[in-house]
């Protein structure tokens, strides 16, 4: 099963703890956002073994539009990044 909610982690997340529906929505409401005001702040999120968020600067380039072949310049931006941790690499590849 992909889960592709916040509402969705949330419920499996109540299941396995056994918090109420609605405690374990805020839970993961709150580890969504803050994760991101850390990587808005300039910071990288580290769950050993899981993974790390961080961001990427992405620096301006000149790329072609698909339907005009047109040269365009690409704005420079900040990205978000996950690298996967050993544990999490272990689990996937079984």
Do not use: C, H, Y
């Amino acid at each position: 099963m992909a889960i592709t909610t916040k509402d969705e982690l949330a419920k499996l997340v109540a299941e396995r703890t056994g918090l109420q529906a609605g405690q374990a929505k805020l839970a993961v409401e709150a580890t969504v956002e803050e994760i991101t005001a850390q990587l808005a702040a300039g910071n990288d999120v580290k769950f050993t073994g899981f993974g790390k968020f961080s961001t990427v600067d992405k620096p301006a380039r000149v790329g072609r539009n698909p339907q005009t072949g047109e040269s365009m310049q690409i704005a420079a931006k900040t990205a978000a990044k996950f690298s996967a941790g050993a544990e999490l690499k272990k689990a996937v590849n079984g």
